[in-house]
């Protein structure tokens, strides 16, 4: 059978799909993806896989497709990393008979991506995304589909623009590129309402749409619902029991799901936190529920939700991403996260791992103008122990204690002591009496040798 190409293979292969759920590392596992597909997704993708871990592992390929292959999970595209256009062939070529599409991220912005040259940074032989005019952008596009891409997921932002610099993406740039390619389009960005996948597929005239956020919050999103919050917690917990996945997806999903609920019932975050089972999760979900429920039976009437939220804290919402101040934009363009943080240790610009120490501890604060003032390493510049003997880092002291044979007790570092108990176990030891040698041709002596040869 010929390979089906461009709209084609969009209409046929792929069912003509426009609600589609997008790739998400540890996220977009079997269980999400058919809840998903219960609830209006047409499309899914695997969470991005490394291709090379892919091709060597054997393990790797069975926990992240083969044992997942189920005929509700269709149509289904597998998305992978790399950096070798070998490399990618071959781990193509080992997930096709599982899939009906393999996905070359080039979308990816995280640090992980760059430290492996792979997702947003394969661009940057480009130029940089910040710098790219819609023409450059085009003329990418056109790029990959001249290599032989046959459907295109255009995110509409820089790999700058993550965690509070997010910002909106530009479906500006996702328009031009979709008139620019014969081949169908995927528009991702700005999606948190069914309103939005139709407003976005009529503003840039893209054949599907993509939302990976905005499913995580409400997995109805493509239904046009917004549920009660329990109501899918409960039907997505019936299917992890199906369909098993690390606790650590679960808790995940949880978490999102449940994300204003546990802004209002605090206590719970920490029960959410700590539980090891997947019926301890479903225990405290249940717990979540019937503190909704109390609320609920509370609520007067003409009360409106609070905390700025369309809808009261027990239904599924978008998840409205808190950026930087207006007007605190530095002079050079885009900020740093680490500079955001900076601002008067505010919560609303914090990373989300110091936000999680936050609530732990609401008395921590991230101001660096109140961090302790340390010593420094007369080497390196790290922070030096205050008891060092050498007024030197751990890393530097023990380089250097090893070098000259030196005990730091500050550090624990006993390499002078060691080697003395050492010296004097062995000075303490009997000699062994030498046996008395035989000479050669002398009984228990060697033979004698006279010759050698090789046969």
């Excluded at 390929?61 to 509700?72: S, T």
């Excluded at 193509?92 to 991506?113: F, R, S, T, V």
């Excluded at 599924?316 to 500079?339: H, L």
Aim: proline share 6%; glycine share 8%.
């Amino acid at each position: 059978m010929p390979k089906l190409q461009g709209f084609e293979f969009w209409s046929c292969t792929l069912g003509g799909a426009r609600h589609v759920v997008a790739p998400m590392v540890d996220q977009s596992e079997l269980a999400w993806r058919l809840l998903s597909r219960r609830h209006g997704a047409q499309l899914c993708y695997t969470p991005m896989l490394h291709a090379q871990v892919f091709i060597r592992d054997a393990n790797y390929r069975k926990e992240n497709l083969y044992c997942d292959v189920c005929p509700e999970d269709r149509p289904l595209i597998v998305q992978f990393c790399a950096n070798d256009p070998e490399v990618f062939v071959q781990a193509a070529l080992l997930a096709q008979d599982y899939c009906d599409a393999i996905d070359l991220n080039l979308g990816c912005p995280q640090m992980i991506a760059k430290r492996g040259h792979y997702g947003a940074f394969l661009q940057e032989e480009w130029d940089l995304l910040q710098r790219m005019k819609i023409d450059k952008t085009v003329r990418y596009a056109q790029m990959l589909e001249k290599a032989g891409c046959q459907l295109l997921t255009v995110h509409g932002r820089t790999k700058e623009q993550k965690g509070p610099l997010s910002g909106t993406a530009s479906w500006e740039h996702i328009k031009a590129v979709r008139k620019a390619v014969a081949i169908p389009v995927f528009a991702n960005g700005n999606i948190q309402c069914l309103r939005d996948v139709e407003r976005c597929i009529q503003d840039t005239g893209v054949q599907g749409v993509m939302s990976a956020e905005g499913n995580l919050h409400n997995p109805a999103l493509f239904e046009g619902r917004s549920p009660a919050v329990w109501e899918l917690a409960e039907e997505y917990l019936d299917i992890v029991r199906q369909h098993p996945c690390p606790l650590s997806y679960v808790r995940a999903h949880l978490f999102k799901l449940w994300h204003h609920t546990l802004q209002v019932h605090q206590q719970l975050r920490e029960e959410l936190a700590k539980v090891k089972t997947l019926e301890g999760i479903a225990a405290v979900s249940q717990d979540l529920k019937l503190r909704c429920q109390e609320d609920i039976s509370r609520q007067k009437e003409g009360e409106k939700p609070s905390g700025g939220l369309p809808f009261f804290h027990w239904i599924c919402q978008p998840y409205f991403r808190p950026g930087p101040r207006e007007g605190s934009k530095e002079s050079g363009g885009a900020r740093g996260k680490r500079a955001l943080e900076e601002e008067e240790g505010s919560t609303d610009v914090l990373s989300k791992n110091k936000q999680k120490k936050k609530l732990r501890n609401p008395h921590k604060t991230f101001d660096p103008s109140l961090k302790p003032k340390y010593a420094k390493c007369d080497q390196c510049g790290n922070p030096k122990g205050n008891r060092c003997v050498f007024n030197l880092c751990r890393g530097c002291c023990k380089k250097r204690a090893f070098k000259e044979t030196a005990d730091c007790p500050g550090h624990g570092l006993l390499f002078k002591t060691k080697l003395e108990k050492s010296l004097a176990w062995k000075g303490a030891q009997p000699r062994l009496q030498e046996p008395q040698q035989a000479r050669p041709g002398e009984p228990g002596g060697f033979p004698e040798v006279v010759g050698s040869a090789l046969a």
